[in-house]
C-alpha cells in the first residue's frame, strides 16, 4: 500500500507490480530515463507482434462497406480481455520490469485498434450508415470497458483460488 512520506508517495518494494506502475512516486517515472533503449525496444517488439496479429485478424474477416467491421470489434475486445487478464497476472505474480512494456503497451497496444474503430465509424458514416456507426461506436467501448473487467476479476478469482484463498 503506498505510504505518504514528506509529501511524496513511496511504495514498499515488495508491493511493486513493475517500476512504470504509479507515476506520482519519483522513482517510478525514472524507468525509461534509467533505461530508453530496452523499454523501447522491447515495446517496438511487442507493437510489431500485436500488430501482425491485428493485420491477419482483419485480413481473415472482411467486412462490407455498411456492416458492422466485427474483425476489429473482435480484436479491441479480445485485446482489452487481455489487458485485464495481464493486469491481474502482474498484480498477483510481479514480473521483470521490461514484461508490462512488453506485453501490454507493446503486444496488446499494437494489437488492438481504436484508430481503425475510428476509422471504421468514419467510413460507416460515409457509407450512408450512421445509426449502425453509432451503435458500432457504442457498442465497443462497452464491450471493451467490460472485456477488462472481466478479464481483470476472473484472473485475480482464478489465482486466488489456485493459491488457496477465498474472495
Not at 519519483?26 to 507493437?47: F, K, M, Q, W
Request: proline content about 8%; hydrophobic content about 50%; glycine content about 12%.
Amino acid at each position: 500500500m503506498p505510504v505518504l512520506v514528506g509529501g511524496t508517495v513511496r511504495r514498499p518494494p515488495e508491493s511493486r507490480v513493475d517500476p512504470d506502475v504509479d507515476l506520482r512516486v519519483p522513482a517510478d517515472r525514472t524507468e525509461l530515463t534509467a533505461r530508453p533503449a530496452a523499454v523501447l525496444g522491447v515495446i517496438a517488439a511487442g507493437g510489431v507482434l500485436g500488430a501482425l496479429a491485428r493485420a491477419g485478424a482483419q485480413a481473415a474477416a472482411p467486412h462490407p462497406p455498411t456492416g458492422l467491421p466485427w474483425a476489429t470489434f473482435g480484436v479491441n475486445v479480445t485485446g482489452c480481455l487481455l489487458i485485464g487478464v495481464l493486469m491481474a497476472v502482474l498484480t498477483a505474480r510481479p514480473a521483470g520490469p521490461l514484461v508490462r512494456p512488453f506485453l501490454g503497451v507493446g503486444v496488446l497496444g499494437g494489437f488492438t485498434t481504436f484508430s481503425a474503430y475510428a476509422v471504421d465509424a468514419q467510413r460507416l458514416v460515409t457509407a450512408g450508415a450512421p445509426g449502425t456507426a453509432l451503435v458500432y461506436l457504442a457498442m465497443t467501448v462497452l464491450a471493451a470497458l467490460l472485456a477488462v473487467a472481466v478479464g481483470d476479476v476472473v484472473t485475480s478469482r482464478l489465482l486466488a483460488a489456485r493459491r488457496g484463498e477465498a474472495r
